[in-house]
């Protein structure tokens, strides 16, 4: 309906930007823990979903980071303000239930804290108090800590490597918050699939209720293909409709992986040629310059 | 099926001189001596390695041939098979005499997609069930090809660059949504729209068609074919919005309350796909027959050098069902590259829901059959990924209610088949999408929209039809809800004006 028209983009790391795009309608719709599905190419490109990780909905703009990982995010990474999303559906997936719990505990993991940070600003907004924990493998590669700074009442920032915050996983500074008296009321941990896998092992003992919000393979999102179906608690669910949030100690997450890995003969390629296709194309510009 | 060597152009030509002169006057026995005409397709063994259409349309000289076949019957028992009723022996008439665009003018009379039902229509099971012809000659396949004629004018009129927009009264101000894409919805807007009403069509993926464009591949219906059905609404003025998924962008009841729609068509179609509920359905290399389907045609993806969205070229493929989707499915696999496409199927061949042309198409490209079988569970290896499907052998028992003899599974008979990709298409369940979001919406236990006989659901000013009323059904049936819809629509603005 709109133009979806690119109106600010920013890199924020090393392979991680963030665009901000003109979509009024999706904006004016969309909640906590609702994704959209895009694509570049009506013909050929690929269908990929990524998290509303902000929105206005009077200025009709909506926010989305990404990393690049394979083809169609580093040319989603290729364009400039003022270019098109040639398609862009969404909200969807269910909304995230917010809710004055007490407190809550929300974990993000590299690239996880940009769908995690409307939660959290929902679950602030609730009533509740609200601990961030932000992680990533290194320094460079953290995004959005500053906004998540503003919403928490307390943060924790871990990198693997110990160049920023506390060196370790973030599932060290969660058992710790897990093991204080009161514990957590809830815990949300969004990330890559094993560090979810791995928060919802830490918070199990103590039977924290977690909330992990899943990453699967997509083609439409909305509910036709089954192509993104896990198994949660014995049962076949889709993350477009029934998710994609979920409870942490019901989701198989060894299956999730090995289904994420599908395609990756495909993928590894598709990367692969990327970088050839940047680094040729770097060495146009050198040619160019040097001209 | 036929084995004698085909007549040659020649031999038609010959054949149609020494009928033509007395068209009129021919018995009706020298009417069923005439050959019944086969279709003229790809080779097997060349179709195989392409995606484009297998059956090529009657020649001139074969359709006037088959049309002179028709015995005019006074009852016509045709008619009272095709779901929209279209005057079939007028419309073969029309064949027989030359006069093509006389019989596209029948047609259409009836039918708005006769391009697409000349191909999909499960014809031995509608308007060619009962042909008297084909009962004469105890077989029918040997009725007359009504659905092949139909394909054949309408395809004439398409290549004759004679198919004009159909008119549009002038504009009554009054604004219509139709929800979903498919043969329901088109339908819809087209005769909507010719009142003069606006018709804003909203689709959720990025190319309108429904089923026609994602699910049934392009060597069975060409996309030109639907995309032209498209292009055509277009230039009555009908609104096509994609990327549009009513009930997430817009919930149903903002259309009416927020957008000033005076009516909503709901054709969301039947786009849930089930699966079996067995061990190992999870595993990689395991797909519903819609993203297997979806991947390959929407997304392009047998177009490896082009398309960005990858499939799974399997070399040992399993197809789990006997419809339509399973025949698709398994084609596909075959047109993929795979060395071997197994379609495992519970019942008999007699009891398979696809149409009996598919069938032959699929055996001839190779497919291998296992009737009376079905798969118990699916085995993978240590990173998930299938290796073999478990087979459980099944006999014919006694009839059930419905007079069919009910498959029951032999004990002990459980053995394994190497794959590394398995395809379930046991059908599709109706999209909930829309329901779930509009409460105040009836359906029914199954999740089917409910409607009176003029498609009008409990919701005032929305109507519904199609695959998302009847459960997963056909191309037709969904045409012909979206006609009685569209009379029922067009009625309801004629009252309200008039008040
Ligand atoms: C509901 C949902 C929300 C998401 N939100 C975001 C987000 O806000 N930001 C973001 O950067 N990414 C997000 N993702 C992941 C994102 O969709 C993938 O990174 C993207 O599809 C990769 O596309 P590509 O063509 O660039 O890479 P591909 O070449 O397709 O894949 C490259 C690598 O990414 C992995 N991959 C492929 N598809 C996915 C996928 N759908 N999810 C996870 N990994 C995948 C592959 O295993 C492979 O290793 C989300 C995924 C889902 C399902
Ligand atoms: C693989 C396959 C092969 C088939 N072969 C045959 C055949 O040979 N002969 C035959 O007669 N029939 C066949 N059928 C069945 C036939 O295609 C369907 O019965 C028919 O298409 C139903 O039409 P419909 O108008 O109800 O909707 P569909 O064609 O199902 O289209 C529904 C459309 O609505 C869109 N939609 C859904 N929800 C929303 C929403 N909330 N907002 C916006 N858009 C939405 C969908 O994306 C889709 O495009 C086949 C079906 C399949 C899957
Ligand atoms: S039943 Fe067969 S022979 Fe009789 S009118 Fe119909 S098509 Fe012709
Ligand atoms: S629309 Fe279908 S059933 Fe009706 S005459 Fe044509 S092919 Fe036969
Ligand atoms: S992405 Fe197709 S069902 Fe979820």
């Given at each position: 309906m709109s133009d979806n028209r690119i109106i600010e983009k920013r890199q924020l790391a090393d392979e991680v930007c963030e665009i901000r795009v003109e979509a009024p309608l999706i904006a004016r719709e969309r909640q906590p823990g609702q994704f959209v599905i895009l694509q570049l190419d009506g013909e050929f490109g690929e269908r990929i979903p990524l998290t509303i990780a902000d929105a206005d909905p009077d200025a009709g703009w909506i926010l989305l980071v990404f990393q690049t990982v394979g083809h169609t995010t580093h040319r989603l990474a290729a364009l400039q303000e003022g270019d098109r999303i040639a398609h862009l559906l969404g909200p969807l997936g269910t909304p995230t239930h917010i809710e004055r719990f007490g407190s809550v505990v929300c974990v993000g993991g590299g690239i996880g804290v940009a769908p995690l940070h409307p939660i959290a600003k929902a679950m602030k907004a609730a009533g509740n108090r609200v601990t961030v924990v932000v992680g990533a493998r290194t320094r460079d590669l953290i995004v959005m800590e500053e906004p998540m700074r503003a919403i928490a009442d307390e943060f924790v920032l871990c990198t693997d490597d110990g160049s920023a915050g506390r060196k370790g996983l973030v599932t060290e500074p969660l058992a710790e918050i897990c093991a204080r008296a009161p514990k957590p009321d809830l815990a949300v941990a969004i990330g890559p699939p094993i560090m979810?896998?791995?928060?919802?092992?830490?918070?199990?003992?103590?039977?924290?209720?977690?909330?992990?919000?899943?990453?699967?393979?997509?083609?439409?999102?909305?509910?036709?293909?089954?192509?993104?179906?896990?198994?949660?608690?014995?049962?076949?669910?889709?993350?477009?409709?029934?998710?994609?949030?979920?409870?942490?100690?019901?989701?198989?997450f060894d299956n999730m992986m090995q289904r994420l890995n599908a395609y990756k003969d495909h993928e590894q390629a598709a990367h692969e040629r990327c970088h050839l296709d940047e680094a040729i194309a770097r060495k146009e510009r050198d040619h160019e310059r040097q001209a | 099926m036929n084995d004698k060597p085909e007549p040659s152009p020649e031999d038609n030509r010959r054949l149609l001189d020494t009928l033509l002169p007395r068209k009129d006057e021919l018995k009706a026995r020298e009417r069923i001596a005439i050959p019944a005409q086969p279709m003229p397709a790809q080779p097997a063994r060349e179709r195989v390695r392409n995606m484009s259409e297998v059956a090529l349309g009657y020649a001139h000289d074969q359709a006037r041939l088959e049309a002179l076949r028709c015995l005019q019957c006074k009852n016509a028992p045709c008619v009272k098979g095709c779901p929209v009723a279209i005057d079939i022996p007028a419309f073969v008439?029309?064949?027989?005499?030359?006069?093509?665009?006389?019989?596209?003018?029948?047609?259409?009379?009836?039918?708005?997609?006769?391009?697409?039902?000349?191909?999909?229509?499960?014809?031995?099971?509608?308007?060619?069930?009962?042909?008297?012809?084909?009962?004469?000659?105890?077989?029918?396949?040997?009725?007359?090809?009504?659905?092949?004629?139909?394909?054949?004018?309408?395809?004439?009129?398409?290549?004759?660059?004679?198919?004009?927009?159909?008119?549009?009264k002038p504009e009554t101000g009054r604004k219509v949504a139709v929800i979903g894409s498919g043969p329901a919805s088109l339908t819809v807007a087209a005769d909507v729209r010719r009142e003069g009403h606006a018709v804003t069509l909203f689709e959720a993926f990025h190319k309108p068609g429904g089923v026609m464009m994602y699910g049934i591949p392009e060597f069975r219906l060409p996309k030109a074919i639907v995309q032209l059905e498209i292009d055509t609404l277009k230039a009555m003025g009908v609104r096509i919005v994609t990327d549009y998924v009513v009930g997430r962008t817009r919930k149903l009841k903002d259309l009416l309350e927020r957008d000033g729609f005076d009516a909503v068509f709901v054709g969301t179609g039947a786009g849930l796909p089930k699966f079996m509920n067995i061990e190992g359905e999870n595993l990689v290399g395991v797909f519903s027959a819609n993203e297997y389907l979806t991947r390959s045609n929407l997304m392009r993806a047998y177009d490896e050098g082009a398309a960005d969205t990858p499939i799974r070229r399997g070399r040992h493929v399993a197809v789990l069902g006997g419809g339509n989707v399973a025949m698709d499915a398994a084609r596909t696999a075959v047109r993929l590259g795979a060395d071997e496409v197994h379609l495992i199927y519970r019942r008999t061949e007699k009891e398979m829901p696809a149409r009996i042309e598919e069938v032959a198409h699929a055996k001839e490209e190779g497919i291998r059959f296992h009737l009376l079988r079905n798969v118990k569970r699916i085995l993978g290896d240590e990173t998930g990924r299938v290796v073999s499907v478990e087979c459980l052998k099944y006999e014919l028992g006694p009839p059930d209610d419905s007079g069919r003899r009910r498959p029951v599974e032999i004990p002990n008979s459980e053995y394994v088949l190497p794959m590394d990709t398995v395809v379930v298409a046991i059908g599709n369940d109706s999209n909930p999408l829309i329901p779930q979001t509009t409460p105040e919406m009836e359906t029914n236990r199954w999740g089917n929209i409910v409607v009176n006989e003029n498609n009008r659901t409990s919701m005032p000013g929305v109507y519904a039809g199609g695959d998302i009323v009847l459960g997963a059904a056909t191309v037709i049936l969904a045409m012909g809800q979206g006609r009685q819809a569209a009379a029922a629509i067009n009625e309801q603005l004629r009252e309200e004006t008039k008040s």
């Open positions: 979810m896998k791995f928060c919802a092992e830490t918070t199990r003992p103590f039977a924290v209720p977690t909330v992990v919000s899943l990453n699967t393979i997509m083609v439409d999102g909305t509910g036709m293909c089954g192509g993104c179906r896990v198994t949660v608690g014995g049962r076949t669910r889709f993350v477009c409709v029934d998710g994609p949030e979920f409870d942490g100690h019901q989701v198989d | 008439k029309a064949i027989a005499d030359g006069d093509t665009a006389d019989a596209i003018a029948i047609i259409k009379r009836n039918s708005l997609l006769p391009a697409i039902c000349g191909r999909v229509c499960p014809q031995e099971t509608q308007c060619q069930l009962d042909c008297t012809v084909g009962k004469s000659l105890k077989d029918v396949e040997l009725s007359v090809s009504i659905g092949r004629l139909e394909r054949f004018a309408a395809d004439w009129e398409r290549e004759s660059g004679r198919m004009l927009p159909p008119e549009v």
